[in-house]
DNA sequence: CTATGGCACGGATT
DNA sequence: AATCCGTGCCATAG
């Protein structure tokens, strides 16, 4: 079905599976980017406004997906729908420029990145000539919201003063998410910390916690901290409880620590996802539908004038046969990623139907390699198509695709229901025999790992 | 003596 | 080949 009406039977190049496989391991913005560059770069790719689907490669109405590929889904029933679906206001502007037009608020999307959604809060704030610095610092955020280039390099750059840029810096630290654009965690602690003490008393040691603390703190070496600060070990604690409930040293990150189900917060989205999953008209018990983001709309393809033009010869024939090649190449093997993304959410999909539904509790161990022999593939094509990509949930909630193969995490959430349920602090020895009960054998030494990870405190300092 | 964290090793996973 | 993860052992705090 995938075969096309031309017989031109390409043979599987090592270019061909090269370009395939980093194509696969793009993320949705990634994968816009190197779209825009080959079609910048190759004069024989042309990108139509015509609308078709990704999937059958018939035209659409608009930019809704493909009314036939949805309701034809080729398994059973009760399956899950999965589709590519293309949208051109994906990424309203990438590098995000300092221009005045930016004000078209009316066509919020629903997705927005990180550097887009502090932008457009401090936008008004700032004169003209700073959003240049804002916009520069902006696009040099990692994942979690923390600074990659030092601010001096920053003004030597724009060639204008530290306090300058600084001041925009500070700026972009007070929007939200709270401490982004720090440089260090500690710095985006302590930006949040400053906030809170406007509105709430903190433990008095939490400042000089963070600021002299932090690798012992990760490391909870609670007693050793408290003997280099000359504090108390009570204090230590309660500096450390309150960091970990309060602060969030990944402004970046869509969640930390607690997971309340019912939570109404303001559910930002800082990364957009490569892959949405919802549920049909928001009701749960209609089957799941599965979208993968192509970050463009129209439909990609090789200009047909430049194929005429090859016909005529012409002292340029050689490169022009070299660039439709190329063009025809890619085109293909991004048909080809969009087929593999699909084969793997359509499994994926159905295999963790409970987690998705349900939550963390039913998250089915799952491995990439043992996936990959279920889609004939090979295993590092699996990891490229999982790696750096992201999965929005029915409940709106990001997470990393890497997630729906965590060996533990089901281990880890039951955990941590035993442990808020409980009357009484539990050690680590009782919790390994309560969930032996449950019929999972694990070690004691990994209950201890797994508290750690969920940053929930020893047995010993939990109270009721 | 018990509970817990650090370190490090081996096997699984990527 | 490199990395991640569960575990066992031992030191240390309470």
Request: charged letters at 25%.
């Amino acid at each position: 079905m995938l075969q096309t009406h031309r017989p031109v039977m390409r043979p599987l190049t090592t270019a061909h599976l090269a370009q395939t496989m980093t194509l696969l391991s793009l993320s949705a913005d990634e994968l816009k980017q190197q779209i825009e560059s080959e079609l910048a770069s190759n004069p024989a790719l042309e990108m139509t406004d015509e609308r078709r689907c990704p999937n059958c490669q018939r035209p659409l109405p608009g930019n809704s997906p493909c009314p036939t590929c949805s309701s034809a889904s080729p398994t059973a029933p009760d399956d899950a729908i999965v589709f590519i679906s293309p949208r051109d206001d994906f990424h309203p502007s990438h590098g995000i420029s300092s221009d005045e037009d930016q004000a078209d608020d009316n066509v919020a999307p629903v997705t927005e990145d990180l550097p887009t959604f502090v932008f457009r809060q401090i936008a008004p704030d700032v004169d003209p000539q700073k959003r240049t610095i804002a916009a520069y610092l902006l696009t040099h955020l990692d994942e979690d919201g923390l600074l990659t280039i030092a601010p001096v390099e920053v003004a030597q750059y724009h060639h204008v003063p530290m306090d300058v840029v600084e001041s925009v810096r500070n700026m972009i630290q007070h929007a939200e998410p709270l401490g982004v654009g720090s440089i260090t965690t500690q710095e985006a602690m302590l930006v949040q910390l400053d906030h809170l003490s406007e509105s709430r008393s903190i433990p008095h040691m939490t400042r000089t916690v963070i600021e002299q603390g932090m690798d012992m703190l990760s490391r909870r070496q609670y007693s050793e901290l408290a003997h280099k600060l000359g504090c108390s070990l009570r204090d230590v604690k309660e500096a450390a409880q309150f960091i970990t409930e309060n602060l969030n040293p990944f402004p970046g990150r869509s969640h930390w620590g607690d997971v309340h189900e019912g939570e109404n917060a303001p559910l930002q989205v800082y990364r957009s996802p490569d892959v949405i999953i919802s549920h049909i008209n928001e009701d749960s018990t209609k089957p799941l539908m599965v979208e993968i983001i192509m970050p463009l709309a129209g439909t990609l393809r090789v200009n047909p004038l430049f194929r005429n033009a090859l016909r005529q010869n012409s002292e340029y024939k050689e490169d022009w046969k070299n660039d439709l090649e190329r063009a025809a190449l890619f085109v293909k093997c991004l048909q080809q990623r969009n087929h593999t993304m699909r084969r793997l959410m359509q499994r994926l999909v159905a295999i963790q139907k409970d987690f998705i539904d349900h939550g963390e509790v039913y998250l089915k161990p799952l491995t990439r390699a043992s996936l990959s022999v279920e889609l004939e593939v090979h295993e590092s094509t699996i990891s490229r198509a999982v790696s750096s990509k992201t999965v929005q949930l029915p409940n709106r909630r990001i997470i990393p695709m890497s997630k729906f193969f965590d060996r533990s995490l089901n281990l880890r959430t039951i955990l941590k229901n035993i442990i808020v349920q409980e009357g009484h602090p539990l050690s680590d020895s009782e919790l390994v025999k309560l969930l032996d009960a449950r019929g999972y054998k694990i070690a004691r030494r990994t209950v201890a790992k797994y508290r750690a990870m969920e940053g929930i405190l020893p047995a010993h300092l939990r109270h009721a």
